[in-house]
């Protein structure tokens, strides 16, 4: 599977259709964007656990502007608000696949539960939870979210609390998850689903302006991650275009390497090493 690099993030070019279809056999999902980029620049953990995603795809217009200027296109853009549609639809008639929904607030998450299963004409959310706010903080209550995911027989996790604490929880948690086969971290697709939330006209997000849209409608909220994000993230990518971009996480991953006495042969300065050299966790058949 084609790989592109992008600052110190290896992103799958893959369609939907070859992503919805290699999950018969299960894995992890990550959707990179801007926001999750500029993360990885200054969150080591952050960085660590998305290393360890099955499929990493390009969950932004914008990026995918970026690669075509750097001469990598990325074949399709499939953000976690498509994703998650895509997959129950095309699973609807596969019983094997039973989804718990982990995320927003309690009647948001029932009604997104309710509006799916009515979709797909069968009950393939089988459970779904809201954790309190910094739940990720409190281990017993994180215990207590293991077991009611293991008790619901659920083979899909959907996670929606937000980057970077669905990645760090996804990699946490998910060898204690019984069942689960799929791990998608959707972000805000929770709330669209439940109609809290309205998605931008599908022309303002073919054209890369669904974060615009996005920010007139929650400025409060996000008005740090789309405006402070964009100059750096410009510059980063200048760099890279000029080949002077650092992975800041190389240096401390080589002096790791050496303690353990591994030595990369191609210990070259770009993130593309280190980006593409991902922990994939084979996962049994679905089916």
């Given at each position: 599977m084609r790989q592109i690099n992008l600052l110190n993030v290896a992103i799958h070019s893959?369609?939907?259709?070859?992503?919805?279809?290699s999950l018969r056999s299960g894995g992890v999902v990550f959707t990179p964007n801007v926001d999750h980029v500029m993360k990885l620049q200054r969150n080591r953990e952050f960085y660590s656990v998305y290393q360890e995603a099955d499929y990493r795809v390009c969950d932004s217009k914008i990026l995918m502007h970026v690669?075509?200027?750097?001469?990598?296109?990325?074949?399709?853009?499939?953000?976690?608000?498509?994703?998650?549609?895509?997959?129950?639809?095309?699973?609807?008639?596969?019983?094997?696949?039973?989804?718990?929904?982990?995320?927003?607030?309690?009647?948001?998450?029932?009604?997104?539960?309710?509006?799916?299963?009515?979709?797909?004409?069968?009950?393939?959310v089988v459970a779904a939870h809201s954790p309190s706010f910094g739940f990720e903080k409190d281990e017993q209550e994180c215990q207590k979210i293991v077991e009611l995911i293991n008790?619901?027989?659920?083979?899909?996790?959907?996670?929606?609390?937000?980057?970077?604490?669905?990645?760090?929880?996804?990699?946490?948690?998910?060898?204690?998850?019984?069942?689960?086969?799929?791990?998608?971290a959707i972000g805000a697709t929770i709330d669209f689903e439940a109609g809290n939330i309205q998605r931008s006209p599908k022309w303002m997000s073919e054209i890369g302006l669904e974060w615009f849209y996005r920010l007139v409608n929650e400025p409060k909220r996000l008005w740090r991650r789309y405006i402070l994000s964009a100059v750096p993230f410009f510059w980063l990518i200048l760099q890279?275009?000029?080949?002077?971009?650092?992975?800041?996480?190389?240096?401390?991953?080589?002096?790791?390497?050496?303690?353990?006495?591994?030595?990369?042969?191609?210990n070259d300065s770009s993130?593309?090493?280190?980006?593409?050299?991902?922990?994939?966790?084979?996962?049994?058949?679905i089916r």
């Amino acid at each position: 599977m084609r790989q592109i690099n992008l600052l110190n993030v290896a992103i799958h070019s893959i369609t939907m259709l070859e992503l919805l279809e290699s999950l018969r056999s299960g894995g992890v999902v990550f959707t990179p964007n801007v926001d999750h980029v500029m993360k990885l620049q200054r969150n080591r953990e952050f960085y660590s656990v998305y290393q360890e995603a099955d499929y990493r795809v390009c969950d932004s217009k914008i990026l995918m502007h970026v690669s075509n200027l750097l001469g990598t296109p990325i074949k399709e853009k499939i953000s976690g608000s498509d994703l998650f549609p895509a997959f129950y639809h095309y699973y609807q008639y596969d019983k094997n696949i039973k989804i718990f929904l982990l995320g927003s607030e309690t009647k948001v998450v029932k009604q997104a539960q309710k509006n799916v299963n009515a979709k797909v004409g069968r009950n393939i959310v089988v459970a779904a939870h809201s954790p309190s706010f910094g739940f990720e903080k409190d281990e017993q209550e994180c215990q207590k979210i293991v077991e009611l995911i293991n008790r619901s027989q659920a083979t899909v996790l959907a996670i929606g609390v937000g980057a970077p604490k669905q990645e760090i929880w996804i990699a946490k948690y998910r060898k204690q998850l019984k069942h689960i086969k799929v791990f998608l971290a959707i972000g805000a697709t929770i709330d669209f689903e439940a109609g809290n939330i309205q998605r931008s006209p599908k022309w303002m997000s073919e054209i890369g302006l669904e974060w615009f849209y996005r920010l007139v409608n929650e400025p409060k909220r996000l008005w740090r991650r789309y405006i402070l994000s964009a100059v750096p993230f410009f510059w980063l990518i200048l760099q890279q275009r000029l080949q002077l971009y650092r992975n800041p996480w190389s240096a401390i991953e080589l002096k790791n390497n050496e303690e353990f006495g591994i030595h990369d042969q191609k210990n070259d300065s770009s993130s593309a090493n280190l980006a593409t050299n991902h922990r994939s966790v084979p996962l049994k058949n679905i089916r």
